[in-house]
């Protein structure tokens, strides 16, 4: 069966199509970065217009290149949340609409459940069960995952998540949005050895995470220095291996208290090359296995969603016609509706 996904959460347009036996025939993504660029951070209506102007192009353009026509699509996967209500709202809509159109079933999918298992579209996916990082621009969760739709929530940020204090930080920097991949690259000219910054709650037991005391060092770091390009790149390397070794610590927890030696980590953080080396280095001393998503499946996409979509139509899923879509849906909630 083909399915056909939509994701349209925050500040891009996914669509793609994925074959339940043949996997992933073609992807197309729009990116809105340039024009929230020009407001230093994402314009929630301004989002909502451009899915409106972009997301039916882009399904007859990822029809066209699949060679397929609409007769040959089986089902539709969206994303229904978490996310900004008006752009949920337009991927929904768009859903259910073709769903009604073309008599076939469309499936709610949760945004941070397609990151979870983004990972599955690669050549060498996980074996379940295993512990999942997930870091995107507006969350930072620990899962435990047994199976599909078996989720169960270790930890989670009580206040910023990584990727909003990384956005935060770099702008305190000065660099534009998005950013994180700014900050990122600005410290790789870094001295390791000026600045050392704390590693927020990993004096306590537990798996929670808190990035906003980090930032707020970060700040005032920053301040007390003359805030040469050198001062910039050093302060920038110090948030940025905080923020990868607490990451790394949690993680470890997680593994011992769980006694799982399996790690997925996914979502638009885990494109980060340094977290990515930290957390490779600690599952290698702890003789357990990483698994991450190709950098283009790490930011929100459709393919993520099309191939959870499949999973839940292969169970046998469906729901009514009634259009969904929920800003706030906590991953542990995913089952209980």
């Not at 709202?89 to 941070?112: E, F, N, Q, Y």
């Not at 929670?208 to 390009?229: A, C, P, R, V, W």
């Not at 993680?251 to 490779?280: E, H, P």
Request: with cysteine; glycine share 8%.
């Amino acid at each position: 069966m083909y399915i056909l996904g939509i994701e349209t959460s925050c500040d891009e347009t996914g669509v793609a199509i994925y074959h339940s036996e043949k996997g992933l025939i073609h992807h197309c993504l729009y990116s809105q970065i340039a024009m929230h660029n020009l407001y230093g951070g994402i314009v929630p209506e301004l989002a909502s217009r451009d899915h409106i102007r972009k997301l039916t192009p882009l399904i007859h353009e990822c029809l066209k290149s699949s060679q397929l026509t609409k007769a040959d699509i089986g089902g539709i996967a969206y994303t229904a949340g978490p996310g900004l209500i008006g752009a949920l709202l337009v991927g929904a809509a768009t859903a259910k609409s073709l769903a009604w159109t073309w008599g076939i079933p469309a499936i709610a999918v949760h945004h941070m459940e397609g990151h979870l298992l983004a990972p599955m579209l690669e050549d060498n996916p996980p074996a379940f069960p295993f512990v999942a990082l997930l870091i995107s621009g507006g969350h930072t969760l620990l899962v435990k995952v047994t199976n599909i739709g078996q989720y169960e929530l270790l930890g989670e940020s009580l206040d910023d998540a990584a990727g909003e204090a990384f956005d935060k930080a770099a702008k305190m920097l000065g660099l534009s949005y998005p950013g994180g991949p700014l900050l990122a690259k600005m410290a790789e000219q870094g001295n390791p050895e000026r600045f050392k910054f704390p590693r927020p709650m990993t004096d306590r037991p537990g798996l929670d995470f808190s990035f906003s005391g980090l930032k707020t060092f970060t700040m005032n770091t920053l301040i007390s220095t003359k805030q040469t390009d050198q001062d910039k790149a050093d302060v920038a390397l110090a948030f940025q291996k905080a923020t990868a070794e607490t990451l790394a610590i949690k993680c470890k927890r997680a593994l011992k208290q769980t006694g799982l030696k399996r790690l997925v980590v996914a979502g638009g953080v885990s494109a980060n090359t340094y977290i990515r080396q930290t957390l490779t280095d600690m599952t290698q001393k702890e003789r357990a296995e990483i698994f991450f998503p190709r950098p283009e499946f790490c930011t929100d996409n459709g393919a993520m969603i099309a191939y959870a979509g499949s999973q839940h139509l292969k169970a046998q899923q469906s729901e009514s016609l009634a259009i969904q879509a929920k800003p706030r849906w906590p991953i542990n909630e995913l089952y209980k509706a």
